[in-house]
């Protein structure tokens, strides 16, 4: 296994990553289930979704770890990318043994109907960036953003300032490497020349 | 080599020789090319030049290298789930799997722990087994009750003959071993590793220890001090996921005891990952330390 400073390094960027950032809030209680449906590739107007997926909804579902968050991904690229957020109608109690359909790669989990009590919310994210999405699903969806905390700013900090060193060291190494790869070829040079004219004389 | 050196001492000499010594510009001329322009100072004479050193002796380790846990940030199991959750949310979570890698601290050489493991909720659900026995017996039900996709005996090789396998294991009982050898199945099935042999124990006499073993269990086997298996799919709960991992650390525990005195072992570490997630070490508790989250958060669809 690899060292343990090295691998906490690592985890550590990666999970303040998915703790703090856009996406990073919590959702009111009467949000029961989110459902996200577009294609595998970037092209019709798929990446904005395809990109909210990959780096908002992860933070989303980290803070909100109740709600299901569903991806349908389909391999028609021509086909809508929307998102649904469902919502309990006030005052409704809703059955908790509801038909709900796990993530699919091969377009098999069809947003589901609303069930008694519920209402819908659509979002269409065709043609759009994320960023842009994720504007409309705040308001839309009345999240309340997470206020990152001292040691997150922190851990963020540490995290981005083990980034750049480790940049300035991959410089430093790449030039050790490079000019004693460039020695190492005027070496063979020499001797082949060397061979050459021994061979002529 | 000889040559090179005789052609560049010989050029080394020259170069001293001159009455009116030009000054060498060594930043054009590489080092290595023209000797003379380093310091000429020989200090070890008769020595030949500089001597080679015998090679360092690399230090041999004995065991696998293992760590200091103090830095380590340790979790628990359901906060470990929470991040995982939220890192594969979207995949299909029959195809994501939560792994462990249990680290043991043992000798590099000498026998390597190695044992089969029933995980209470299996990870593996595609097994379909075929079970091959006489039509019409007591045996065809039994199978039909434990989960056979397809029994049978003239009417499964009918079947097979016509390509139509819907199974991944194959048993037979040993009531329909003739039958079997008479089929000429071998060139359907063998190149399938789907052929009945006692080599195998899928040519059998009591189908349902068979079937029992064949469905749900799994291999675990100990690959540079590291213990690697999955134990579970994403849309477990973390009860699920406690008790798998519960059943095969005790399983673990027990042949890390029963090493042979002379390679001894511990555990050092366990580490839950997924197939797209991070790393967690584990600290062995359940509860999540946020008091806002509780187990029963994790187990919604994914």
């Given amino acids: ?201 | 080599m000889a040559s090179l050196n005789q052609c560049l001492a010989s050029l080394a000499r020259l170069n001293m020789s001159a009455p009116a010594r030009p000054a060498i510009s060594s930043s054009t001329i590489p080092k290595f090319l023209l000797p003379s322009a380093a310091p000429l100072a020989r200090y070890a004479s008769g020595g030949g030049g500089m001597r080679k050193r015998p090679a360092k002796k690399k230090k041999v380790y004995k065991t696998f290298r293992s760590y200091d846990m103090a830095p380590m940030e340790q979790f628990s199991l359901c906060d470990a789930m929470r991040y995982i959750r939220a890192v594969e949310v979207g995949q299909p979570p029959a195809s994501v799997k939560y792994e462990v890698a249990i680290k043991i601290r043992t000798h590099k050489s000498g026998p390597v722990i190695r044992n089969r493991i029933r995980l209470p909720f299996p990870v593996k659900t595609d097994t379909r087994i075929g079970v091959i026995c006489p039509e019409d017996s007591p045996l065809m039900v039994e199978a039909q009750h434990l989960g056979a996709v397809a029994v049978g005996q003239e009417s499964l090789f009918e079947s097979i003959r016509q390509g139509n396998i819907p199974f991944n294991k194959l048993i037979c009982h040993v009531d329909s071993q003739d039958a079997l050898k008479k089929a000429n199945l071998g060139k359907i099935l063998g190149p399938k590793g789907l052929m009945p042999s006692a080599k195998t124990k899928t040519l059998t006499t009591d189908i349902k220890a068979t079937v029992q073993e064949l469905i749900g269990a799994d291999e675990y086997r100990e690959r540079d001090g590291v213990v690697r298996m999955a134990v579970g799919q994403l849309g477990f709960t973390p009860k699920m996921l406690s008790d798998n991992v519960k059943t095969m650390m005790n399983l673990l525990k027990q042949d890390v005891n029963n090493a042979e005195e002379t390679h001894p072992k511990t555990i050092d570490e366990v580490v839950l990952s997924s197939t797209h997630g991070p790393g967690f070490s584990l600290d062995g508790t359940f509860d999540p330390r946020d008091g806002k989250i509780k187990a029963e958060d994790l187990q919604s669809a994914m």
Avoid at chain 1, 171 to 200: C, F, G, M, T, Y
């Fill in chain 1, 1 to 201: 296994m690899v060292g343990v400073i090295r691998r906490l390094n690592v985890l550590k960027s990666q999970l303040v990553g998915v703790r703090v950032g856009p996406g990073a809030a919590v959702l009111p209680q009467d949000v029961t289930r989110i459902h996200m449906e577009f294609a595998h590739k970037i092209n019709g107007g798929h990446m904005g979704p395809r990109k909210f997926w990959r780096d908002v909804l992860p933070r989303l579902k980290y803070w909100n770890p109740a709600v299901p968050m569903v991806v349908n991904r389909s391999t028609d690229q021509e086909g809508p990318a929307k998102m649904v957020l469902y919502f309990r109608e006030p005052g409704a109690t809703l059955k908790t043994d509801a038909p709900q359909p796990s993530s699919s790669a091969e377009g098999l989990a069809k947003a589901p109907k609303p069930a008694e009590g519920e209402r819908v919310v659509t979002i269409d994210m065709k043609n759009r960036h994320s960023d842009a999405i994720l504007q409309e699903f705040m308001t839309k969806s009345g999240a309340v953003l997470v206020v990152p905390t001292a040691q997150d700013e922190a851990e963020l900090l540490a995290a981005k300032d083990l980034e750049e060193k480790g940049t300035a060291d991959r410089v430093r190494i790449k030039q050790l490497n490079d000019a004693a790869r460039r020695e190492k070829a005027l070496i063979a040079q020499a001797h082949s020349e060397a061979a050459a004219i021994k061979a002529s004389m």
